[in-house]
Each structure stands twice: as C-alpha cells, then as structure tokens.
T-cell receptor
C-alpha cells in the first residue's frame, strides 16, 4: 500500500516554462513533507520542505503547495532550466521513535532547451 | 560542513557470496543513520535505521543486516546474497531533534550474478 503517490512517472517541460510535479498521500499522520531531487548515479539531495501547518513554502525558483484537505502537494519550478532535469521524489514524515520518512516512486522531469 | 561517504559505487557479486557496504559521516556527531534500497520504478524503501551506536532497527524482514560499530559508521551486510538483493543502496544521515532532512550518499549499485 503506497502511502505517498506520484502518479506521473515522467514530465517534459520547455525551458523557461513552469514545471508542476504532483504528489498525493493517504496518511493524515504525516506532519512534514519534503521534496528531493536525484540525478543518475547519485544520491537524492534535499530540495524544499513544508510543514503540515502551512500551505505554501517558497525558496527561489521552487515553491511547494500543500492542500491538506485533499492530501495533495505540488512542487512548482519557475522558470524551468535544463539543469532541473532529474528525478523528483516526494516524501512525507511521520514522527515515531525516529524520523520515519516515506518516499514516493518519483517523477522524472525533462526540461527541453 | 558535513559529508557522507559511501562505497563502493558499484559492486558485482555472485549469488551466495557475502556483502559488506560501508558508510561514514563526517562533520557531525550522533547522527541518525539510514540504509535505503531503491528498486526500479519505485521509491526509496527504508531497510534499517539507527539512532545510536549499536542501536539498529529494521523496517522490513530480509536477507540483510546492519551494524553501527562507531558513531558515524554504518555497515550493511549479508552472509549470503540472493538474486533479489540486486539494487541501488543508499546510506543517509540526519541530525537529531526537530525536523531534519536526510542527506544521502551517492549510493552503491549492487548486481548479483
């Protein structure tokens, strides 16, 4: 049972346009959400996060929106650049005896020059 | 600054052979440590986590084990590898306290023949 879903395996966007990556979750116990970016043959790198008590967090070209009632979050990249081409993982944290983080399957973003 | 080292980058092993993957973190003390596996088309699956020396918890039953002999050293092992152990293995660390993102190593691509 996937608790964190990314229903689009891949996405192509023209350079300069907006990239929107979507993520849905099922567990209302998640209190923090994170986005990671991964290049081939490398480990994921942390990109941006949002607390469940907020609905928006912005960092430069990256903005994450959270719709708690819909259990949905999205990552917006504006403007998209070719260097943004990577796999993006949505992740959700549940506070247990440790920081239990559940990752989605990832969306592969291609930004076309 | 903190860094995480994971090696080897790639490994080809025969079925039934032992395994030892090592991960070390520098620049921090008493981190939380994690081992993940990424299967094709799937998100990162947490295998083991550790909140301190000698403290290991397993998320899923499997053919693998983990050990933390020193504060910043995390080892993933197997006595006898199975074909199904093939995959991309990632080590990660996070600070304790508050909501802290996880920071990943570059991973080990393990192929079992």
């Amino acid at each position: 049972d996937q608790q964190v879903k990314q229903n689009s395996p891949s996405l192509s966007v023209q350079e300069g346009r907006i990239s929107i990556l979507n993520c849905d979750y099922t567990n209302s116990m998640f209190d923090y959400f994170l986005w990671y970016k991964k290049y081939p043959a490398e480990g994921p790198t942390f990109l941006i996060s949002i607390s469940s008590i907020k609905d928006k967090n912005e960092d430069g070209r990256f903005t994450v929106f959270l719709n708690k009632s819909a259990k949905h979050l999205s990552l917006h990249i504006v403007p998209s650049q070719p260097g943004d081409s990577a796999v993006y993982f949505c992740a959700a944290r549940m506070k247990t005896s440790y920081d239990k983080v559940i990752f989605g399957p990832g969306t592969s973003l291609s930004v076309i020059p | 600054s903190q860094t995480i080292h994971q090696w080897p980058a790639t490994l080809v092993q025969p079925v039934g052979s032992p395994l030892s993957l090592e991960c070390t973190v520098e620049g921090t003390s008493n981190p939380n440590l994690y081992w993940y596996r990424q299967a094709a088309g799937r998100g990162l699956q947490l295998l083991f986590y550790s909140v301190g020396i000698g403290q290991i918890s397993s998320e899923v039953p499997q053919n693998l084990s983990a050990s933390r002999p020193q504060d910043r050293q995390f080892i993933l092992s197997s006595k006898k590898l199975l074909l199904s152990d093939s995959g991309f293995y990632l080590c990660a660390w996070s600070q304790t306290g508050g909501v802290q993102p996880q920071h990943f190593g570059d991973g080990t691509r393990l192929s079992i023949l």
